[in-house]
């Protein structure tokens, strides 16, 4: 469907769910889970380390990697993307941002009440007692030539923190899930942008506004197969802004 026609869905729609995965910060430098890494973390699978099981097996690895991720979260903009998606709540009736991603730059685009369904990098706590823990500024502690790097420990159990995401075999936060659920199911347009749509439950959102009757539009680079009621929209994250503007002027 060209790009034109698409807008004039976004300017007739009365709610828009965006939801969002890691191909939307991609563009902020920040990398995705499922394409190919570079550099440092070239040899490991981020798959592998978002476990309990795997954060247990090696605290050090597990830890290094998300303190490094936070690392270039810190060092990151929003980009196009994240601030075309917030520019939304300016012409549309009722946004609702659902995002898969730990980052924070669609906050800093301006989006607010942002839906995060697989928790966040900014709120780590004991892997034992939950206790939160305050996280400190990267400094020097960071894995700058390897990738390990001793999590702290818990102020009250002395449990070793972890990251404050959800890793694979754990339940979504339950409001945050109820809410991906309850905006998929009303509105009318939905779009998918950045997420390669295999991790669940969270998948299960642009199904659950395809049941219900919404238009679905994917945005990615890399074309995959959509049934015939859902659209895609072939390009970077940031086609948004080129939407946003045809739609609004
Ligand atoms: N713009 C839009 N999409 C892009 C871009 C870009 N510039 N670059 C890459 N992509 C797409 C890729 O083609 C892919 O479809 O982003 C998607 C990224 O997929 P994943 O790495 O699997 O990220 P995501 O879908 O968010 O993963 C879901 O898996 O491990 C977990 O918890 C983690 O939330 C994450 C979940």
Known sequence: M???????LLQEARHVVVFTGAGVSAESGIPTFRDALTGLWSRFDPAQLATAEAFRADPGLC???YEWRRLKVLQAQPNAAHLAIAELAQHVPKPTVVT?????????????DVIHLHGSLRAPRCIDCGHAHVTSLPSNELPVDGCRLEPP???ECNGYIRPGVVWFGEMLPESAWSAG??????CDLFFSIGT?????????????????????VHVNPVRFEVSGQEVFLQ???????????????
Do not use: Y
């Not at 970077?236 to 002027?249: C, D, H, I, N």
């Open 2 to 8: 060209p790009l034109t026609t698409i807008a004039k």
């Open 153 to 155: 420990r818990c102020a």
């Open 100 to 112: 898969q991603n730990v980052d924070d730059l669609h906050e800093r685009a301006g989006s607010q």
């Open 235 to 249: 390009g970077p994250a940031s086609v948004m802004q080129e939407l946003v503007e045809s739609a609004f002027g």
């Open 196 to 216: 390669s749509g295999v991790v669940f439950p969270a998948a299960e959102l642009p199904l659950r506004a395809l049941g219900a009757g919404a238009r679905v």
């Open 63 to 65: 830890w290094g990697w």
């Open 181 to 186: 659920l309850t905006a998929a199911g009303n």
